[in-house]
């Protein structure tokens, strides 16, 4: 089985949960662009484990540049990236596979692998492999700039809550706790986010949220005919992400309310340059209109909780009680808004080299 992103720009993740770590191939990234170390750690440190609100497992997330640079700089030839995993408690997971968790991916593993899989802390299905999807991004950051486009991402929504839509180019912000916490801008719904993610915790639950992204600094035309368009470029690598269960672009379901006299946006010539508003879609058959492309991406809540749960003993035959211990997220949107920003970084930047 190949975990494959992208054409031109072509990111191969592998690794499992509790294995020796996770890493990632990325193949197609042209010779001569600088690599900057902290920049990865940065974006690493966004989606690390081990923090309040977040799983207790105690990852460094130190990434290692196996091949594919020199002088720090990439050489042209595929570069490797090797996270190694350094907190593992598997007898967390000792009752698989006999009794699969309910909400996760145990129980098709088991049985496509033909009792093969490793299922500890989710196998390769876990969001341990979004680490090395982070630092991808991360590899080609200099690459993106060159590239000419930014990407801008926070958590917009945590069970009822919302946020105030994200800012394009919005001003360094003086960050507090909660809004570091909950990668969320607006200041005021970052500490009820905050409050309500402790206690939905503390009821040994999890709660479903939602990541907005804009994207800007696309010229006309990026994006490919149909199934390799921009959205459906996009909408394949996001729902890839694990536990993202939809997504929208622009207006999203709000469409189904309106007419096309509402929706339509009209161009205009600016010194001999077409261009649509700020609020315009910034896709249009698949290709950028100029416009910032937003996105929204849906995450249910963690499916691991602590509360008692009911489910099959594959080897009775009978369904029984489960108690899932060890350590998860009770939210997912936090750590998934770099992950988000990475998978649009990486889509984007195959498509552009693929132009």
């Known amino acids: 089985m190949e975990m494959t992103l992208g054409k031109r720009l072509r990111v191969t993740i592998f690794g499992e949960s509790h294995g020796k770590g996770v890493g990632v191939l990325i193949q197609g990234i042209p010779a001569g662009i600088t690599i900057d170390e902290t920049i990865i750690a940065k974006k690493l440190s966004k989606r690390r484990p081990g923090r309040e609100l977040a799983s207790a497992r105690k990852e460094a997330d130190i990434c290692d540049i196996k091949s594919g640079t020199y002088n720090s700089k990439t050489t042209g030839y595929p570069v490797l990236l090797w996270i190694k995993n350094q907190d593992i408690k598997s007898k967390d997971y000792s009752f698989l596979p006999e009794i699969p968790r309910p ?41 993106r700039i060159e590239l000419g486009f930014e990407v801008f991402s926070q958590v917009c929504t945590i069970g009822n809550l919302n946020a105030n839509p ?34 939905t915790s503390k009821l040994g639950d999890s709660i479903g949220s939602s990541v907005e992204v804009a994207i800007s600094g696309l010229p006309i035309g990026i994006g490919e005919p149909w199934f390799d368009g921009l959205e459906p470029a996009l909408a394949r690598a996001l729902m890839a992400i694990p536990a993202a269960r939809a997504i929208e672009f622009g207006e999203g379901i709000k469409v189904v309310n309106m007419r096309g006299s509402e929706h339509n ?14 609020d315009a879609d910034g896709a249009l058959g698949g290709f950028s209109t100029g416009a910032p492309l937003r996105i929204k991406v849906h995450f249910k809540p963690p499916s691991s909780i602590s509360k008692t749960q009911t489910t099959l003993n594959i080897s009775s035959g009978s369904q029984e009680e489960l108690v899932v211990s060890g350590r998860h997220d009770p939210v997912i949107g936090p750590r998934a808004a770099p992950v988000v920003q990475a998978v649009c970084e990486l889509v984007i930047a195959d498509l552009i080299l693929r132009k």
């Open 166 to 199: 994200i800012l394009i180019n919005e001003e360094e912000l003086i960050r507090t706790k909660a809004m570091k916490l909950t990668n969320c801008n607006d200041k005021k719904v970052a500490e009820q986010m905050y409050d309500l993610i402790k206690s």
């Open 103 to 143: 909400g996760h991916a145990d129980l098709p593993s088991h049985i496509r692998s033909k009792g093969n899989a490793d299922l500890r802390g989710g196998g390769s299905h876990s969001g341990r492999l979004t680490a090395p999807l982070v630092a991808a991004a991360g590899l080609i950051h200099n690459l």
């Open 265 to 278: 946006d009209s161009w205009k010539d600016e010194n001999g340059d077409p261009r649509l508003s700020l």
